[in-house]
């Protein structure tokens, strides 16, 4: 079963917040258990005070601790009138617990004791107390003498024992040492612990589903924009190019929505091109066939005789359709990429040369000045394909001299910059208005009466100039001519 983005985002979120909320909670847990035996370790170092002081007294009054060493019995004795001792059972107080019972009035094995009756609670605790719980106070107490040799009470130490001095006349005579708890054997704190267990599993439960809510609620507001984008994208795939998506913020798929419209509108601005392209071609194509097929039945009808002017006629028509052809199939290639380059160091004064050479004479039949000014300047080299370059510069010329008026000029020459040479085209009026000089390098663009296509142009030059200039890595411009016209600048890198 494939998982959509919904479910694996929400199952991200879901997996993240619960491995974090259940790390949260095994480390309060074992925090909290830590510090609880650290709690009780300090109350039960409080609670060793009169212990402390009963052990000065005594070696006070014998100078010295063997009265009490290897003696078990005395240091229990001593241990049950100084230590209080906590009961297990709720409700018992050590206040309650009456005298502690001596040592020699315990009974054998196997016989009651005449006073168990009386003996009550007091030896409910008492039996407590002796019970060989490794847990209990009574095992995890020593006495060390001054150099912390053993005196009574386990004789090994132990990790994160605290020794209490014990004091005679200024000075440190012993210590009382007392290991802390490594587990909660009171059946209160037991409980106290399962309920902030309890506690803590509510609340990361809560916490789960919480987060549960919040990833459902954060997966839909992230994923509302995705959706939004697969539908428009199968819009376009059907051909919808109006199609547009709201921009609502100002991050990654705020900025992703705005390329899809950006996106969409180059495909629509592509349709239409394509439509026009279409329809331009049909038009530029109607003409000379209808031109044609009008001759060849006025001389079928004997409508016009079978004469040299006639085959003229006929002749200059079907050039005409040929370059057209010729043209559209270079514009196909070079937006393909298929235009074969060969390119070559190649110096743009001698193809210049080479051009302005073959237009002299049809710009002088035409009655326009030629101007080279600067020409032939400082030699550049070009990294190019020199039949491609010569096509571009006679394309240039070529649209001059069919759109300037008689009379007019041309002025054509370069300028040698620090890494690219500016190619800079000029030629007097008829000029073309603001508006229309960005749409000169498109297909089949007409402009305006004053300077529209003449009969023998396509419309398709200035378009096969730009490919062969960016091709070449370089790029043209055009803004309008000081003398009127028009003034068109290719910018070219040079090779060295």
Known sequence: MKLRITHKLLLSFLLTNAVVIILMLVCMRWSFARGFLDYIHQQEIRRLDSLVAALEG??????????????????????????????????????????ALPAATEPPSGHDSPHAGR?????????????????????????????QHPVIGPPHAQAGETLR???????????????????VTDTLDR??????????????????????????????????????????????????????????????????????NVLAQTLEHNEDMRRQWTADISHELRTPLTILRGEIEALQDGLRPANAETLQSLHAEVLRLQTLVHDLYELSLSDLGALHYRKTPVELTAVLDEALLAFRE?????????????????????????????????NLLEDSLRYTDPGGCVRVWYIRQEKAVVLHVQDSAPGVSPDALPHLFDRFYRTDTSRTRSPGGAG???????????????????????LGGVWIQVTLPVYA
């Open 191 to 260: 409980h106290f612990l399962a309920q902030q267990s309890q506690a803590f599993v509510l609340i990361t439960s809560l916490a789960v589903a919480l987060a549960a809510g919040v990833s459902i609620l954060l997966g839909r507001h992230l994923l509302a924009p995705i959706q939004k984008l697969l539908a428009g994208t199968r819009a376009l795939t059907a051909g919808q190019f109006t199609m547009r998506l709201g921009v609502t913020s100002g991050d990654e798929l705020g900025q992703l929505a705005a390329d899809f």
């Open 58 to 99: 005594a070696y006070a009054e014998h100078g010295h601790w063997h009265f009490l060493r290897h003696k078990p019995r005395r240091w229990r004795q001593l241990l049950e009138m100084e230590v209080p001792m906590r009961p297990e059972q709720p409700g018992l107080s050590p206040a309650d617990d009456g005298p």
């Open 165 to 183: 001095p014990i004091t005679y006349a200024g000075r440190t005579v012993g210590w009382l040492r007392i290991v802390p708890l490594q587990a």
């Open 119 to 147: 003996r009550g609670r007091a030896g409910r605790l008492a039996l407590l107390y002796r019970s060989d719980d490794p847990l209990s106070l009574r095992l995890r107490l020593s006495v060390l003498d001054e150099e």
């Open 362 to 394: 049809r710009f002088t039949s035409k009655a326009l000045t030629l101007e080279t000014p600067g020409l032939p300047g400082e030699a550049v080299l070009l990294f190019a394909d020199r039949a491609r370059l010569h096509q571009l510069l006679s």
């Open 460 to 482: 398709l030059g200035l378009a096969i100039c730009k490919n062969i200039a960016e091709a070449h890595g370089g790029q043209i411009a055009v803004q309008p001519s000081p």
